[in-house]
């Protein structure tokens, strides 16, 4: 069944001390795009959250943001590098000695230096968090997902309508066939008179001529590979897995064979079924594209 890249889920994890939160919106875009937001104390699972968004999904542009919360983050401890701290002293001693300074080496001095290494804020405990993460994540993909299919099922309702409405425009087509040829034909023969003084007579071999140019105005190879491509489009409609891409293809060749019919004759009841079919194979391709 195809699948809507437009999604959106939420999901949320909890444990003894933390709380995961995960945000999945999904977009259209022709490759996978995926941009996490992570806060630092989860950012070393970037790669691996990554991963777990690329066995589910593989197009559309995806944004994942994690919040974390809990009293595991508000614990705080502080340390000192006492080795550290003793050899600022001993340099700032050096420093005084060498210019002749005056004054005491407070400790605020010190700490005006060296703050950032004399006292150190240790990481909690977050034994936990990998877990909670990729469960808050598991869950978000899940809605994610099921959005998607929803709206997948929506678009194919749609895409497979229009499809319908086609089917009867090319059976409109068959019962004009022989129009198309005889109005060819005739586009010949009136091009032909006009280079040619008077008629032409009975057995001349420009009809001969004419009778095998008016059979390159046949539509009828146009309307086989149409009925094909409208087959082909069906089946993959119906298939798992990623069919954006094939379908697109498909469409571009019907819109090529639409094309050459329209080519082919300028009868009116004939261009504008071709007018109405280039109308709905358009509207089909903008809905395609929203399809994974």
Request: glycine share 6%; with cysteine.
């Amino acid at each position: 069944m195809a699948k809507s890249m437009t999604g959106y889920g939420r999901d949320a994890a909890s444990g003894n001390s933390l709380t995961v939160t995960a945000e999945l919106k999904g977009v259209n875009s022709r490759y996978l795009d995926i941009k996490c937001k992570l806060p630092k104390a989860a950012s070393f699972l970037e790669s691996a959250v990554k991963e777990q968004l690329q066995h589910s999904v593989s197009r559309g542009k995806l944004e994942l943001t994690v919040d974390i919360d809990g009293s595991a983050l508000r614990k705080r401890e502080l340390s000192i590098d006492w080795e550290l701290a003793e050899e600022y002293m001993v340099k700032l001693k050096a420093i005084r000695t060498a210019f002749d300074l005056r004054g005491d080496i407070t400790i605020d001095t010190l700490l005006s230096q060296s703050a950032d290494i004399l006292m150190e804020e240790a990481q909690p405990e977050l034994t936990e968090l990998p877990g909670l993460v990729e469960k808050a994540v598991q869950g978000a993909l899940a809605a994610f997902i099921q959005m998607r299919v929803a709206e997948g099922s929506a678009l194919t309702r749609d895409i497979q309508n229009r499809m319908t409405d086609i089917q009867a425009m090319l059976e409109q087509l068959t019962e004009l066939r022989p129009q198309v040829m005889e109005a060819y034909k005739r586009r010949i023969e009136d091009r032909i008179n006009s280079y040619v003084a008077g008629s032409l007579p009975e057995n001349s071999r420009l009809y001969q001529e004419i009778a095998l140019l008016a059979e390159k105005g046949d539509i009828t190879e146009e309307l086989i590979r149409l009925e094909s491509h409208l087959d082909q489009l069906a089946m993959n409609l119906k298939k798992e897995g990623p069919v954006g891409r094939t379908c697109d293809f498909i469409l571009q060749e019907m819109q090529r064979e639409v094309n050459t019919i329209g080519s082919k004759s300028t009868a009116s009841s004939i261009s504008i079924i071709v007018v109405s079919l280039k109308s709905e194979l358009e509207k089909i391709k903008e809905q395609v594209q929203n399809i994974e």
